[in-house]
């Protein structure tokens, strides 16, 4: 892939339209059903029973996490800027009898006071966010010096044959994943934002096979930028 074809993969396009994202919320989770019960839910649940303290989950989505907090999370708050994602999100936590605090925010724009943060979680979101390094960025600046990112991304594929079709299939896929951007290279985006990565190469088995490399780990930002 040249520097072109990354920086055409990275042009904006129009964001999903309310409609389509009133749609999205509806159909989120069957669609995901088959790649929760092929791994994904415990990936989720792994990941999650290590978050603690202050605990921020980015594009909360409609709550596949909740279930998985542990009691070792203090103070847990959801943020998803979606409204029809919130509101499915609520009722997952009174049937879950969670006790959270649910706010409008976007990743790139966290509304919390420097270092007061212990965990951010975010799953599959950093795919999605239009402006990732701002994204990052806001992270590293609400964690504590020694807080954690824990993290289940997609990632761009390391094969040569995936990684062509998730370029040619990134547009019709990203209109129809309310901007999922299928091919984006996630770890590499989280290190040259200063963040220390530790992480694993999974396959999100029962997806299809634009979106099955995974990264899936912890990232520090003890050495991150602003």
Do not use: K
């Amino acid at each position: 892939m040249t520097d072109t074809d990354i920086a055409n993969a990275e042009l904006p396009v129009s964001p999903p339209s309310p409609a389509w994202l009133r749609v999205m919320a509806l159909v989120y989770d069957p669609f995901l059903w088959f790649g929760e019960l092929a791994g994904m839910r415990g990936r989720r649940g792994m990941l999650v029973a290590g978050a603690y303290g202050r605990v921020v989950e980015i594009g909360a989505g409609t709550g596949l996490n909740i279930a998985h907090y542990s009691d070792r999370v203090a103070e847990l708050v959801l943020a998803e800027p979606v409204p029809s994602m919130r509101r499915r999100l609520a009722r997952r936590l009174r049937r879950h009898g969670r006790t959270a605090r649910i706010v409008d925010a976007p990743a790139e724009r966290l509304p919390f006071a420097d270092a007061s943060v212990d965990t951010v979680v975010s799953t599959l979101v950093l795919c999605t966010v239009d402006h990732p390094e701002r994204a990052l960025r806001e992270i590293a600046r609400i964690l504590r010096p020694d807080g954690q990112l824990l993290f289940i991304e997609h990632v761009r594929a390391n094969s040569r044959f995936l990684a062509a079709l998730q370029d040619r299939l990134l547009h019709p896929w990203r209109h129809f994943g309310g901007g999922c951007r299928c091919n984006r290279p996630t770890g590499e985006l989280m290190r040259a934002c200063g963040f220390t990565v530790t992480a694993d190469e999974a396959v999100w088995r029962g997806m299809p096979s634009i979106v099955h490399p995974l990264l899936v780990g912890r990232a520090s930002p003890a050495m991150a930028i602003s």
